[in-house]
């Protein structure tokens, strides 16, 4: 079964930090370009960072910039977003999907993992 599968959500107080974690299995990431999206209640999705297949070649939504990074170990078929200085408008779940950043088409989303910043 080829799925992606996100952890390290929780809850957190502003100015902390998480390290989100997208596993994939069934199949190798190492052809894929990993995007990080995140959806609030009551808001439409948005991209948060996208990570190319060699790991060269990132980006960032300006709202997190700074604060966010991604990076990929395909060794362990995992990418990962550090989130530092967390805000609660971070607040959301946030999703991985496998696909490519530069055309925006995904073809393998996970189920998101809860992300709460709050005191």
């Known amino acids: 079964q080829l799925q992606l599968v996100e952890s390290g959500g929780g809850l957190v107080q502003p100015g902390g930090s998480l390290r989100l974690s997208c596993a994939a299995s069934?199949?190798?990431?190492?052809?894929?370009?990993i995007g990080w999206f995140r959806q609030a209640p009551g808001k439409e999705r948005e991209g948060v960072s996208c990570?190319?297949?060699?790991?060269?070649?990132?980006n960032y939504a300006d709202s997190v910039k700074g604060r966010f990074t991604i990076s990929r170990d395909n060794a362990k078929n995992t990418v990962y977003l550090q989130m530092n200085s967390l805000k609660p408008e971070d607040t959301a779940v946030y999703y991985c999907?496998?696909?490519?950043?530069?055309?925006?088409?995904?073809?393998?989303w996970g189920q998101g993992t809860q992300v709460t910043v709050s005191s």
């Open positions: 069934g199949f190798t990431l190492d052809y894929y370009a």
């Open positions: 999907a496998a696909g490519s950043c530069r055309t925006a088409v995904y073809d393998y």
């Open positions: 990570i190319s297949s060699s790991g060269g070649s990132t």
